[in-house]
């Protein structure tokens, strides 16, 4: 993905998280899916499949899966509001259904860098729950040692991620 598509997704995650009025974590997703014009079902489905998102009589509906932990069902919310801001045409024609995922990753697709599709979604999402001005607060003017395991849970705890997106993330963004 271009540096250019990155500046754009995480421009459009600010506005989001601006026009929700957003300061501090954990970010409401269910609240700015629900903002964004779509409704939430949670369904109990195959332990691989996280959720989908389609629109039906013009209302978009996302589904997730019950009985996945809540902080995988807030990262497959996230993932699937990214479908639905920044890929809208491709879900007004089909249902997209989105499977299991590690570490942000979706599948061995998505993690080969192939389906560009599922990776901006996935940026989209990291971008949306953790977003970088919060980390920064959270993080302050003290040294963080992303190998401390207790320190990664309490902050993946605070944005109600879970500690390996946490990780992620802040390799992603202070590496």
Do not use: W
């Not at 754009?8 to 964004?36: F, G, Y």
């Not at 932990?69 to 007004?92: D, M, W, Y």
């Not at 389906?115 to 003017?141: D, H």
């Amino acid at each position: 993905m271009s540096t250019q598509r990155k500046r754009v997704i995480s421009k459009k995650v600010r506005v989001i998280l601006q026009d929700n009025k957003v300061t501090r974590p954990p970010v409401p997703v269910e609240r700015i899916a629900k903002a964004l014009g779509a409704q939430l079902r949670f369904s109990p489905l195959d332990d691989e499949l996280s959720g989908m998102i389609y629109v039906k009589e013009g209302i978009p509906i996302i589904g997730v899966n019950a009985l996945h932990h809540p902080n995988r069902q807030r990262f497959t919310i996230a993932h699937e509001c990214g479908h639905l801001v920044l890929h809208k045409s491709h879900i007004t024609k089909e249902v997209h259904v989105d499977k299991a995922f590690q570490m942000l990753m979706r599948d061995s697709v998505s993690s080969a860098g192939v389906n560009e599709i599922e990776i901006e979604a996935n940026l989209f999402a990291a971008e949306l729950l953790m977003p970088e001005p919060l980390l920064t607060e959270a993080l302050g003017n003290e040294a963080f040692d992303i190998d401390d395991e207790g320190a990664v849970t309490s902050l993946a705890k605070s944005f109600k991620v879970s500690p390996s997106a946490m990780r992620f993330r802040l390799g992603n963004l202070f590496a």
